[in-house]
């Protein structure tokens, strides 16, 4: 998984000489009373962390599957329980695969329930699915390049769309006055059948996936958009791809690049 740049260009030469200046108010301090000087260090902290947000923006993991089985998954650990009535769920994934082969994209399962599901269907569409029946949506197919796909939801309205590199679907009522409820585990890679467990190969996700992230709360579309180009928005409160803790079963590679 890769965590995208979506901070601002790193200006070498401007920091170099907002250092100098610096450095010479420091040397003077004879000159400057205390309230100056705390003032400069301040200052330097400043910079200091503005060095730091551009190394750790410019890094990044993601997350290899090359192999269908039935055994490898990543667990993420959610910043808080997934007690929800509204989300946007967001993800850059590829896959290879192609035919008529159901696909899991992401699983958020309690011990009776798949709560929210997340797939591409054996006809290509792509669907999710609250603890019944889902919802379904006719979109360009999944392929070896990146595609940043965002699912949105709001029980108050019903409300479901999708996103696919930016651009909306129409749509869909669904589960108006639905709860997503609180207590289990979300997987990638796998769909299980009973509480972490009888997993299929058949369908299990093969490819690529990285910036995982999830609001409790519709996103503006505008905000959709600019998480596609790479822009800093609000980071995710469910999930932040960031900070966030995985469990690694099987063959899933955590590969780290650099952009």
Known sequence: ??????????????????????Y????????????????????????????????????????????????????????????????????????????????????????????????????????FYLSGDGVFFQVPELGALKTHLCVTWDSSSGAATVFMDGRKSLTKIYKKGHTIRAGGKVLLGQDPDSYLGDYDAKQSFVGEVCDVNMWDSVLPDRTIKDLVSGKRVQRGNVFDWETIQLKISGTVEVIHREL
């Open 24 to 127: 010479k108010s420091a040397t003077s301090f004879r000159n400057v009373n205390i309230f100056a000087f705390l003032w400069l260090l301040f200052y330097l902290y400043l910079l200091i962390c503005q060095i730091l947000m551009f190394f750790a923006s410019t890094f990044g993991n993601f997350l290899d599957k090359t192999f269908e089985t039935s055994d490898s998954y990543v667990e993420m650990v959610p910043l808080k329980p997934l007690q929800l009535k509204a989300f946007t769920l967001c993800m850059r994934l590829a896959t290879e695969l192609k035919g008529e082969r159901e696909v899991i994209l992401f699983a958020y399962r309690t011990g009776d329930y798949d709560e929210l599901n997340v797939w591409r269907e054996l006809d290509g569409r792509l669907s």
């Open 1 to 22: 998984m890769i965590r995208q740049f979506t901070g601002k260009l790193f200006n070498r030469n401007k920091l170099f000489l907002q250092l100098k200046q610096l």
